[in-house]
């Protein structure tokens, strides 16, 4: 098989595994909760498939240490070792430990550091083995001798495994001894040629690591007793891996990772295949127009016209349902995060997950990670009370988070909703007057004091943590959020809790929205992001000392935006009678984009400028309309923000 060719099936491998280890990570979080002791086969198949995968594709270090993990999971799934948190938290640090291998193999770096071969010396010693040392000088080349105690099960013959195979194996490493152990092999009379009754001794000599023996075994470990040692004086006898050195939570896969990869299943398949086969009619049956057509088969173009239209909306149907994933690979990264922060914190955290098989596109699912982590965070360290603050309260001590995500019209809707203290109006409102973002909160309602936290470098946490941040984080959510064509708020009760709300577009690739003229240019307006179109008399709009323009709208004063302006359009409409105010809404603010007039309402296909000239200000992207010309799309918190800086310069 040549090198492409592995590569290939290695990332498959990579991409099962990953998702093994979620699996496990799950597991075993429902271990620690008090679940059912039949998770343990279920953590240790995942564990045995990666072991035995790492193995067949080039990963004989991951085989090792995974090895290490599996015999632990052997000893819980026999009930030969009590299932604790003791025992839970180490194989979660194996989880993280194995996310970071394969994180390191993506990037062509060697698995084992330090810390994972400190992980793998640990997991030994809880087995009462002395291999931590083994660990330590096989990474550095291996110890030069190994002991090998190989004592095959009596059905290995029968399962087609030949144990002299495997010996002559370990001869190609280095040099061999081999003893044979006859303690099991019975008289003459009672032998049974189709069982194993030997077992053997074995000493290995040379420059073999650790990793490469255990690979001769390993489609065979679990038809035999098997142990590896060094050989002493190769690792000396005070040599020690401390607990300190424990393997850290890695988390390899962040929030924002993407995989280059999506699974299909095979109805969504076979839908396309029958679309195709659809469109292939039709177009035959219009391909016989070619010649020409008169009057009395005009009925028929007709149909033939219709029937393509739908087809090929069901078929971009199809197509985008193909990108549409469950939010569940999104959701599952969070029992782990809230469990490790709440202890973390001191804090009782129960998780509810509803909504977990929502769809939406896979570039969406990738990046809205990053915001909903920060969300989490926040509302575990600023949001929910302590045991005894909440005893105080009348809660129970156990705090609820709840992620919950739903389809509401063309978009989707994720909330982070917690049961604890609310937004601290107070603390808002002070810092904000501190930092000069409001003369005081006389006047100001819930919502706008909300809003608040939103602002740039908005922070009220007294002290520094690596939960709370240093003052970024609310703003970035904000407009990380923005960029998806998204929207996010907050609703928030004192002592009852907070809810975080977060609109996103179901799909980035195709848009609907409102077509507005501009002089002889068309931009496109997201539908999402538009309140209301209204149109002006001259005596509705003030002008501002500074030289922005502002308008009433429903009890509020919004800034105006001209399009003409902002872009530099030629021959627009400049009396504001004449044109069309649309009114949008846009990184938590509202304004009212000037345009000549609307054209219509359109689904836009969205093509990306960055990929096909360069970024501009203001501009998220651009359509093709059916007249072949391009459509700008407008980027309404680009646009505000843009609006925002000029008049301040």
């Known amino acids: 098989m040549g090198a492409s060719g592995l590569a290939q099936f290695q990332q498959v491998f990579i991409e099962e595994s990953l998702e093994g280890l979620d699996t496990m990570e799950s597991s075993l979080l429902a271990l620690d909760g008090g679940g059912d002791a039949e998770l343990v086969h279920g953590i ?36 030969r070792r009590a299932i604790d948190g003791a025992t839970i938290e180490l194989l979660l640090r194996v989880v993280d430990c194995l996310r970071g291998m394969f994180a390191q193999a993506q990037a062509g770096q060697p698995l084992i550091d330090a810390a994972a071969d400190a992980l793998r010396g640990e997991l030994a010693a809880v087995m009462g083995r002395a291999a931590p040392a083994a660990a330590t000088m096989e990474a550095k080349g291996g110890p030069g001798a190994w ?37 099991r092999l019975p008289a003459l009379e009672a032998l049974d040629p189709d069982e194993c009754h030997l077992g053997w001794r074995l000493e290995l000599r040379g420059d073999v690591k650790r990793a490469a023996i255990a690979a001769v075994f390993d489609w065979v470990e679990d038809e035999c007793d098997l142990a590896i040692e060094p050989l002493p004086p190769a690792v000396p006898a005070q040599a020690s891996v401390p607990a300190a050195a424990a393997t850290p939570a890695r988390t390899a896969r962040e929030a924002g990772a993407e995989s280059g990869s999506v699974r299909v299943s095979i109805d969504k398949i076979d839908g396309l295949i029958n679309l195709v086969g659809e469109l292939v009619i039709t177009q035959s049956m219009l391909d016989t127009f070619r010649e020409g057509a008169n009057a009395s088969r005009l009925a028929m173009l007709e149909q033939g016209l219709v ?76 949001g929910l009370e302590t045991p005894e603050r909440r005893r105080a309260a009348g809660k129970p001590e156990a705090g609820t988070l709840r992620l919950e995500a739903s389809h509401r019209g063309g978009s989707i809707v994720v909330e982070v909703v917690d049961d604890g203290a609310g937004l601290n109006r107070g603390a ?35 002290v520094t943590t690596d939960l ?87 009890g509020d004063y919004l800034p105006v935006v001209r399009l003409h302006e902002a872009f530099g359009c030629e021959g627009a409409v400049r009396e504001i009678p004449r044109g069309l105010m649309i009114v949008v809404e846009g990184d938590g603010s509202r304004a009212g984009l000037f345009v000549d007039g609307l054209v219509g309402q359109q689904q836009a296909v969205v093509k990306s400028l960055e990929a096909n000239y360069r970024r501009v200000q203001g501009v998220s992207g651009a359509t093709i309309l059916a007249d072949g010309s391009v459509a700008l799309i407008v980027d309404i918190p680009g646009l505000v923000r843009m609006q925002g800086r000029r008049r301040a310069a």
């Open 44 to 79: 240790f198949r995942a564990a045995h498939s990666i072991k035995g995968g790492a193995a067949i594709f080039g990963f004989p270090e991951m085989s090792s240490f995974t090895h290490e993990a599996e015999s632990l999971l052997d000893e819980l799934r026999d009930g």
């Open 307 to 382: 029937q393509l239209a739908r087809h090929t909306r069901e078929l971009q149907e199809s197509v985008m349902g193909i990108r549409m994933l469950p939010i569940a690979s999104v959701f599952n990264r969070f029992p782990r995060m809230v469990r490790d922060i709440g202890q973390k914190l001191g804090k009782q955290v129960r998780l509810e997950l509803a909504g977990e098989h929502t769809e939406l596109d896979k570039t969406v699912l990738e990046k809205i990670g990053d915001p909903l982590v920060h969300l989490v965070r926040n509302a575990i360290d600023h």
């Open 147 to 183: 002991r090998i105690g190989f004592r095959p099960h009596r059905g290995m013959l029968a399962s087609g495994n030949d144990p002299l195979r495997l010996l002559r194996e370990l001869a190609a490493l280095g040099e061999l001894d081999v003893t044979a152990e006859l303690d």
């Open 468 to 554: 709370s941040g240093r003052g970024v984080g609310m703003d970035v959510v904000r407009r990380n959020v923005a960029d998806l064509g998204g929207t996010v708020t907050v609703r928030s009760a004192p002592g009852r809790g907070s809810t975080f709300t977060i609109v996103l577009p179901l799909t980035l690739a195709i848009i609907d929205g409102l077509t507005a003229a501009v002089g002889d240019e068309r931009y496109i307006v997201p539908l999402v992001s538009i309140v209301e179109s209204v149109q002006l008399d001259d005596g509705a709009i003030k002008t501002m000392p500074g030289g922005g323009e502002l308008f009433r709208f429903r």
């Open 428 to 462: 808002i409102v002070a810092k904000a007057v501190e930092r000069g973002l409001v003369a005081s909160g006389e006047g100001m309602d819930d919502d706008a004091v909300a809003e608040l936290i939103f602002r740039p470098g908005f922070s009220t946490a007294a």
